[in-house]
């Protein structure tokens, strides 16, 4: 079961589970929504161990209902139109996409670690690419340090895509497409760049060595790949202690 599918399923029958238990032994609590929220959450926490999800889904499950009673109850005594609850359900969609599906959330690649990539880059002319390349930051400053080089960004969240599209008009050797990384082939590529997570780091190295052509570069922010020994880490020496793992084909 995907973990979506599951998180509503625990939360389903957790929210059933709890209506049952509180029915049974002690119906005031129905009068006291914070803590009848609160079993709620403790039981969908259970059925979300019991189907095998995630440890990190516990603590979402435990505090779902009683934070989203609270933001209402908030929301209501400040006067906020519950309306702006599905405008920020909806920004959040486009930020963060399916991230339940492909397992990689948005975070950035910082300053240092653009210098630490841009120092791994050829001195001929290349062609790099970020999988995944969220604002476009990195490869911005990446397109000024390198005017000699062609960079392309790929990303299939709407609203970064969107952000990167816009703010690297101006870098005539940089472009940003919209879609999945994972059907775009890599063969064209000197350097391919990805800061994803540790989930899909297999699937990764094989779709790289399948399309990689031999003597080019695969750089992977912070995730190694399990079994596989780098050519070279690069440590980048910043305050969360970033590693550039580096595979050469
Ligand atoms: C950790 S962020 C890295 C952003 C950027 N590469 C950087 O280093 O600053 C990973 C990005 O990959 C995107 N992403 C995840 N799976 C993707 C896919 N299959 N196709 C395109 N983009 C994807 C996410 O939306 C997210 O913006």
Not at 55 to 66: R, V
Not at 197 to 219: C, F
Request: net charge positive; proline share 7%; with cysteine.
């Amino acid at each position: 079961m995907s973990p979506l599918r599951t998180a509503l399923v625990a939360q389903l029958l957790g929210g059933a589970i709890a209506a049952s238990l509180i029915q049974i032994a002690y119906p005031r609590l129905f009068a006291a929504p914070l803590i009848a929220a609160a079993v709620q959450g403790l039981c969908a926490a259970l059925v979300s161990d019991k189907l095998g999800g995630a440890k990190w889904w516990l603590i979402i499950h435990l505090g779902f209902l009683p934070a989203a009673l609270s933001v209402g109850r908030l929301g209501s005594g400040l006067g906020i139109d519950p309306a702006w609850y599905f405008v920020c359900f909806v920004a959040l969609l486009l930020i963060f996409w399916r991230t339940d599906k492909s397992q990689v959330p948005l975070y950035l690649s910082n300053a240092a670690t653009a210098s630490a990539l841009a120092a791994l880059l050829p001195e001929a002319a290349c062609r790099v690419v970020d999988l995944g390349c969220g604002d476009g930051g990195l490869l911005r400053k990446l397109a000024a340090r390198r005017p000699d080089c062609s960079f392309v960004g790929i990303e299939h969240a709407p609203l970064p895509w969107l952000w990167a599209r816009l703010a690297s008009l101006r870098w005539p050797n940089l472009t940003i497409r919209y879609g999945d990384f994972w059907r775009l082939r890599l063969d064209p590529f000197d350097v391919v760049y990805a800061f994803l997570s540790p989930v899909p780091m297999p699937h990764l190295i094989a779709k790289a060595r399948s399309e990689m052509r031999s003597g080019t570069l695969l750089v992977s922010n912070s995730f190694a790949v399990p079994g596989i020994k780098p050519e070279l880490s690069v440590a980048v020496g910043d305050r969360r202690d970033t590693i550039l793992y580096c595979y050469r084909w």
